[in-house]
């Protein structure tokens, strides 16, 4: 497996490299890259995303007839991976999941009005799956939804929760269940996020991000907003949680959040010596430089799997749960490196680094359950790559 880029590609990276430098604001970008919320919503990240439009980086990889400019796929990665380092917000959910899951099920009238307002970074979107009952079993899911002869479409009742962008997207993208059938008993919805049946009540995590309940009370829904099939939302969701845990988890912060910690640790003295010859924390970074390169070269393997145009399930749970376990092995050993005063939060003048650490330890445990919990990650490379049985 060739991981080098061609020139071509090489160019492409200099070029959006370029592109962010010349564009670097800290009412876009975060200062610290690993921390990249995607729960603040400002007029400047709409207009950077906009830009990004004119550059003609949004949906490269589409087709033509729907805006795109059929490039391969590792464009898209070189773009994410590239706006990460940056800590710039991420076009992956409108693009990736949802943009590529109406291209392969969408009907016409959903293509004509999504499509060319996603390509211009026009448009915002939440991701409605988890509930009380159904975090990390999205298939038990019971949000209704009930068919209206008479109006021609579904009335929606129920309850999601970590619904991360509901309070400044435009359109809700949600899984209801249409059928008591578990798995053929959902169906995709996509609603605009200004229904008057929606109540939004913040939940804030222990990463300083602010995530959602939304409740649904008599949520009409045309039948020209169902998303493929009625009973097939289950595959498109699975389908769209692979691009999720590839797309909203680029390697990029887990890098730069290394990349910090090697820099504090060259700078440092213990005991008046240099903490960088101490031998156990050079054995530390060691591990976690190569740790880092495990994830590089698993996320490769999500990349290869995609350009092939297969759903890379196995491939993304195991990039997934090493990505997000990796995020945490870095902010728990930089704890311990720094020792106590690593513990001060970002606000208090005598915190090392600023903060960071003890910021970025809190942040990465959302990582691990975003995208389907690392217990979850497990069970799928257990089944369906190791073919071991359900009740192992």
């Known amino acids: 497996m060739d991981f080098d880029l061609h020139p071509d590609e090489i160019t492409f990276e200099q070029e959006v490299v370029a592109f962010l430098e010349a564009n670097r604001s800290p009412e876009v970008m975060d200062s610290n890259p690993e921390h990249l919320s995607q729960t603040v919503e400002t007029p400047a990240k709409r207009a950077f995303m906009r830009k990004l439009a004119e550059q003609g980086w949004l949906g ?39 943009g590529k899951t109406i291209i392969r099920h969408g009907n016409e009238e959903l293509k004509e009005y999504f499509l060319p307002r996603i390509i211009r970074g026009e448009i915002e979107f939440a991701i409605g799956y988890s509930e009380p009952q159904a975090g990390s079993d ?80 008599d949520v009409f829904v045309p039948d020209s907003h169902v998303v493929g099939q009625v009973g097939e939302g289950w595959t498109y969701i699975c389908e769209a949680l692979d691009l999720e845990r590839f797309a909203m988890l680029p390697v990029g912060p887990v890098e730069m959040k290394l990349k910090g910690l090697i820099e504090y640790v060259r700078e440092a003295t213990l005991d008046g010596e240099p903490l960088a010859k101490d031998p156990v924390v050079r054995k530390t970074i060691a591990k976690l430089c190569a740790d880092l390169e495990v994830a590089r070269k698993l996320q490769r393997k999500v990349i290869s799997e995609a350009l092939k145009d297969r759903v890379p399930t196995t491939e993304a749970a195991m990039y997934k749960m090493w990505q997000s376990q990796l995020g945490q092995r870095i902010a728990n050993a930089a704890l311990d490196l720094i020792g106590p005063d690593a513990a001060l939060k970002p606000d208090q003048p005598e915190a090392p680094v600023n903060g960071r650490y003890e910021r970025s330890y809190r942040y990465t445990v959302v990582d691990t359950i975003g995208g389907g919990t690392s217990e979850v990650q497990k069970n799928i490379i257990a089944r369906r790559a190791l073919g071991l049985p359900k009740n192992f």
């Open 60 to 98: 490269m990889s589409w087709p033509k007839k729907y805006g795109g400019q059929e490039r391969s796929g590792i464009y898209d990665f070189l773009l994410t991976e590239a706006l990460s380092r940056f800590g710039a917000p991420q076009p992956g959910k409108g693009v990736g999941i949802v």
């Open 138 to 217: 999205a298939a038990s899911m019971q949000l209704k939804a009930v068919h209206d002869d008479a109006r021609g479409g579904w009335v929606l009742n129920g309850h999601k929760i970590w619904t991360t962008s509901a309070h400044f997207a435009d359109w809700y993208w949600v899984g209801a269940r249409t059928s008591e059938h578990k798995h053929k008993g959902i169906t995709l919805f996509l609603i605009p996020m200004n229904h008057t049946g929606f109540e939004i009540h913040p939940t804030y995590t222990i990463g300083d991000e602010r995530t959602n309940e939304v409740f649904f009370n």
